[in-house]
């Protein structure tokens, strides 16, 4: 801007700088979280979707005049021990306020740019969800000490560790569409990552660096800690269908985590462990048009720490 073109009228200069002023908005993605805000009776709302229609009103209005706005998610629960941590009268807007400006600070968060509510709620969801595991596995991963006779942290080397499995994981796997997921029982909740990744003719595999640092903390944690854990792949070929012919075809494998490092499963294992339901034990029919594969077996590099 030249000072030619610099507004002169002072209502002019404000809506300028207010294109310059970021704003952020905290808000709550679901019914529970809704309900349990009601209960303050400066909570101006009494009915959710009308909030959220509010909210995305609001958002709108702000990118029209070209405000950068951060959302992230508001839980009540957290609220309330904000305010209690800094003697807040939780039932106050300005409360509200300064949990919004902390979350944006320290929580997840996305940036606004135009799309439905409806279609960016997930993806926050999701994004504090990752967060909050990466928090919980390095946390974990925190308490791995050092090697008693070497002195090495051995949280470090078991991140170093986890890279190079998930490297000779995706070039075993090969070309195709991957939905890796990596569970590991270290306490409660226990850590669960989900990682994506595309191969295709021999390249580098394109992967998200949110997830795949999310998915190497985990994994990493697993590895420190000795703690069972379990890899599974499910993978897409563009090439394969199955034996009609209409549907891609997809092969499923898994690896269970012992000793430090994925051990491939036999193909009934794959099955049984892919086909069970994880909460009542029951059977579950299996997919059509799904391979259930053994696990491709992976070189461990050398552990100096296992004694």
Known sequence: MTAASRPTDPSTARRALRREIPSSAAVLADEQDFTAMRRYPTFPFDDHRSYLQQVETLLRGLAAQGVLTTLSLFDPAAYEKYCADLALDPDRPDSRSRYTAEVARTGATLTYQGEPL????????????????????????????????????????????????????????GEGTHHLVCSVAAGEPSLLAVLHATGRDGARPQLAESETLVFCTVLAAGFALRSPGGLVSRTTTPTARDATGDHPHDTVRGWTLGDSWPRPLGAAEVFTAYCTDADTGEPIPPEHGVDYAPGLPLTPPPDPHSH
């Open 118 to 173: 409806a279609e960016l709620l997930p993806l926050l969801v999701e994004e504090a969800d990752r967060q909050a595991t990466w928090d919980h596995a390095s946390g974990v991963l925190a308490r791995a000490g050092s090697c008693e006779e070497c002195g090495e942290d051995l949280a470090r080397f078991a991140f170093a560790r986890a890279t190079q499995a998930l490297q000779q994981l995706l070039a075993s796997l």
